[in-house]
């Protein structure tokens, strides 16, 4: 009976995609001809001034260009947003002074619009009160993706939204790709399969995936055995494991990719400012209509607290989460149309998962997906989705922490085991879920992205996914020049224009790196792939006195190095120590311990470049710690002594731990590091051990434990000893029995492992994943 059930289930699929798969291939190539017959965007007439890309090189790809293009400094943004010249001087006209648009929010989608306004030749400039990608945009899951999971819901509910809603997004994956070749990628993603009925269901869904995308598509899906996926993803659950079926999505750096769209936004003319915040917006009323429209905004520079106002012929509202509190600005009666959810991702060590390829787990304990994939040198995990309230730095919770590690623990091998302290970064991002205030129900949550218009003419963007961010800005912005009369002189360009960085980029360009530069293959290979055809730049800053090569890795274990940093204040207007460790070089993502121990060294060269006294060094640092805090890290870590001194005598180990023969097993950091003990702790437990060891021979007897442990106070679970010992195979029955360093060594560990998860158990009630998965996309 059950054998007949699932055959049919399998077939009612294949039936049904089959259908599916018809209509989809001929509304799909409508689709591409009603883009060809529209061009890239909405036409304007009169529009006929050519584009020219002032990024533009005649280098060969994969060689240093012959001029870089400088950006503008910070100092002439703010002036030019405070109506002066770029010397600061007051020569311009009121005409001169006034926005064509006015960005607020520095995001992927506000980043977009901006880049998207500019290359359209309006003058627009944008403002973001924290940093670029500070929010959603650097916290995403780093895919660039159609999305499986609504294919599968468009197709099994017979939606039409939800099928254009992942045309769409595999339409921009492929642009995407193009536009920035060096910080995006395809991705292999192995969905493992138990059940032999799953192979054809997951095949056909695969399939309708690379059809959908047409002539966007990127490689092919396949089928591998049982065998072939084992030698792919040693590291699976091989009992009942069937096959595999791979599929292909992109991946990114998001928060590179994100300043990426703000440099090349300015180089195309925008002004473009972070840790400027908005404090309230000029609204001025229409003689026409008796109308009071949005005309303006006043700021606030965060850096020197000066205020100022800019004027504007139009606003745009892409404050991802915070979008509620520009809305109140305006209409300060208006209800809340975000609706937050936050996501919690981890990343473990790269050991965990094969370099090139990730996997997808489509059937977690409550209907959503778990991703695992390599990036940057680290496996992202993830994810959850949890109604949450809106702040800037949200911290992970330690259920949400561990409701992830027992998935990935469902589908790892036995013998692959993940603890709490192999999590090396942990964050929250908030999704910005939306409901559209004009609709009948405003309960119900936007399936995509929304464009609200105010009747005071401030346009708001909120929602959609990092994958169609330049959809989006596309509409926001043909629905600003509709709204504000505005006159572009070109069409939308955004789908050809190449962000900074790829020109003169190729995949074999870290050659000449390491034959120029002497640099490290890791470094040259790392500096390629996050700067593109940048790199040269970022070693032509490199300290090269008393070195043939270039200067140090700010960290043994990463391929960052100081130049990226010095580049990252001249070239990508980093500011705080926080913009560089976490959006600019990633390291806080990646490991937010080696983060916190490189934050001197990051401090003093910053301090150098920016002028910086003691007292901001040293405020620096405590923001630094703070924001690592929201990355996984105690808060014990704020108490620790804030001279560089002190700072230094702790950097053998992850953490600040010494130790005198005893083991600290409470100590909060520990669980951070990647060993369970540190060498000083390794140290002791083998001095113990050798005490008891009377015949020299690697051996103590099950009667020596106790006092072992004794020696060295291991604190005793209330439990007892018994379940740690049979763990390790230890047969405490026999009070003779020889035991080994190693067994010893496994018991201390799951013992320290159990005291501080103990100690991490959550002090309130969390409720996970309350966001339905239909709207939410399954965590992905």
Not at 494 to 503: D, F, M, Q, Y
Request: proline letters at 5%; one cysteine or more.
């Amino acid at each position: 009976m059950w054998r007949q059930q699932i055959v049919r289930k399998a077939l009612r699929f294949g039936a049904a995609g089959t259908a599916a798969a018809a209509a989809g291939y001929a509304g799909h190539s409508y689709y591409l001809q009603r883009q060809q017959q529209a061009g890239n965007g909405t036409r304007y007439p009169g529009l006929n001034v050519v584009y020219a890309d002032p990024l533009e090189t005649s280098a060969v790809p994969g060689t240093r260009p012959h001029a870089f293009w400088t950006p503008p400094k910070r100092q002439e943004m703010i002036n030019d947003l405070k109506g002066l010249a770029a010397d600061g001087r007051d020569t311009k006209t009121a005409q001169e002074r006034e926005y064509d648009l006015l960005v607020i929010g520095g995001g992927a989608t506000g980043a977009g619009c901006t880049l998207d306004a500019a290359t359209r030749g309006l003058k627009v400039a944008m403002v973001e009160r924290d940093d670029f990608a500070s929010g959603t945009s650097s916290k995403s899951t780093k895919l660039v993706h159609g999305g499986v999971r609504y294919l599968q819901k468009a197709i099994m509910g017979l939606d039409y939204e939800q099928w254009k809603m992942v045309r769409e997004a595999l339409h921009e994956r492929k642009t995407f790709l193009k536009i920035a070749p060096y910080l995006s990628n395809e991705l292999p993603i192995l969905l493992p399969v138990y059940t032999w009925w799953q192979l054809p269901y997951f095949w056909v869904g695969c399939k309708m995936y690379d059809l959908l995308a047409g002539k966007q598509g990127i490689s092919s899906s396949y089928i591998l055995g049982r065998d072939k996926t084992l030698e792919n993803f040693p590291m699976l659950r091989a009992e009942n494991l069937v096959g595999s079926m791979v599929y292909f999505d992109g991946q990114h750096n998001d928060a590179r990719m994100n300043a990426a769209l703000a440099v090349t936004a300015a180089a195309h003319g925008a002004v473009v400012a972070n840790h400027v915040e908005v404090t309230s917006l000029i609204k001025e009323k229409d003689e026409a209509s008796g109308k009071e429209s949005v005309r303006g905004a006043v700021m606030r520079d965060s850096e020197t607290g000066e205020e100022w106002t800019v004027r504007a012929k139009g606003v745009i509202n892409a404050t991802g989460p915070f979008s509620d509190a520009i809305l109140k600005m305006d209409e300060p009666q208006m209800a809340d149309i975000v609706a937050p959810s936050s996501g919690v991702h981890l990343v473990l060590p790269s050991y965990f998962s094969p370099k090139s390829m990730g996997m997808l787990d489509p059937a977690t304990t409550d209907g959503r997906v778990v991703f695992f994939l390599p990036w940057e040198g680290g496996v992202v995990a993830g994810t959850t989705d949890t109604r949450c309230s809106v702040e800037a730095d949200p911290k992970p919770s330690e259920k949400e922490i561990e409701w992830i590690l027992a998935e990935i623990r469902r589908f790892l091998s036995p013998d692959v085991k993940i603890r709490r302290g192999d999590v090396l970064s942990a964050w929250s991002g908030i999704r910005p879920l939306v409901r559209d205030p004009k609709a009948k129900n405003t309960k119900d949550l936007v399936r995509n992205h929304m464009i609200h218009t105010s009747d005071s003419g401030l346009i708001t963007i909120a929602g959609g996914k990092w994958t169609t961010y330049r959809e989006m800005a596309k509409e926001t912005i043909d629905q600003a020049i509709a709204t504000f009369d505005l006159h572009p002189v070109r069409d939308c360009q955004t789908e050809n224009v190449r962000l900074i960085g790829s020109h003169a980029w190729s995949d074999t360009m870290f050659i000449k790196l390491v034959q120029n530069f002497g640099v490290d293959l890791e470094v040259a290979r790392h500096l390629s792939h996050n700067y593109g055809d940048r790199a040269w730049a970022v070693c032509a800053l490199a300290d090269h006195r008393g070195s043939p090569t270039l200067d140090g890795r700010i960290h043994p274990l990463y391929p960052f190095v100081d130049a990226e940093v010095r580049y990252a204040v001249q070239y990508e207007y980093a500011l705080s120590v926080v913009d560089v460790i976490a959006r600019r070089l990633r390291l806080a993502f990646l490991d937010a311990q080696a983060a916190r121990e490189s934050l001197p060294r990051v401090i003093d060269i910053m301090a150098t470049e920016l002028g910086w006294s003691e007292a901001r060094k040293k405020s620096e640092r405590r923001k630094g710690l703070e924001y690592l805090t929201t990355m996984g890290l105690p808060d014990s870590i704020l108490d620790e002594p804030t001279s560089a001194a002190a700072a230094d005598s702790g950097r053998e180990g992850y953490v600040n731990l010494k130790t005198t023969g005893i083991l600290n097993f409470v100590d909060p950091a520990s669980y951070y590091r990647r060993g369970t003990f540190s060498a000083d702790e390794i140290g002791a437990i083998l001095s113990a051990f050798a005490e008891y060891d009377i015949h020299g021979d690697g051996h103590i007897e099950v009667k020596d434990i106790e006092p072992l442990f004794n020696s060295i106070k291991v604190p005793v679970p209330d439990n007892g000893l018994e379940p740690f010992l049979k763990a390790a195979s230890i047969a405490s029955g026999n009070p003779s029995s020889h035991v080994e360093f190693e067994q010893i060594f496994d018991v201390l560990s799951e013992i320290k492992e159990a005291t501080n998860a103990k100690g991490r158990e959550p002090s309130r009630e969390l409720k996970l994943n309350q966001i339905p998965t239909h709207r939410s996309g399954g965590g992905v």
